[in-house]
Nanobody, 124 residues
Framework: QLQLVESGGGLVQPGGSLRLSCAAS????????IGWFRQAPGKEREGVSC????????YYADSVKGRFTVFRNNAKNTVDLQMNILKPEDTAIYYC?????????????????WGQGTQVTVSS
């Protein structure tokens, strides 16, 4: 069974950092583009970032550009999202998702597999 599991969420003060990890079981992530999404209460789901299968192409939403970094760890079969200078408006449930596509990534693609999400709360 193909599964994605997010970890690393929690409570952090404004200006702090968190690293989210997306781990796969049942398949290897190196043939998949991976997207990170978030959904805050009362808001629509937002595409935050994505990374292509090779890791050469990445995307960041304007709201996180310069603060978040997505990268692959193929040895661990994970894709991580390093989040720095966190703001209260980053508070949301964060999800990772995978789609089997080569060379590109877009958060608008039809992702095939989704994790259950991890809560990130930025508050003093």
């Amino acid at each position: 069974q193909l599964q994605l599991v997010e970890s690393g969420g929690g409570l952090v003060q404004p200006g702090g950092s968190l690293r989210l990890s997306c781990a796969a079981s049942g398949f290897t992530l190196d043939k998949y583009a991976i997207g990170w999404f978030r959904q805050a209460p009362g808001k629509e789901r937002e595409g935050v970032s994505c990374i292509s299968d090779s890791g050469e192409n990445t995307y960041y939403a304007d709201s996180v550009k310069g603060r978040f970094t997505v990268f692959r760890n193929n040895a661990k079969n994970t894709v991580d999202l390093q989040m720095n200078i966190l703001k209260p408006e980053d508070t949301a449930i964060y999800y990772c998702a995978a789609v089997e596509v080569r060379y590109v990534c877009y958060t608008s693609m039809r992702y095939e597999y989704w994790g259950q999400g991890t809560q990130v709360t930025v508050s003093s």
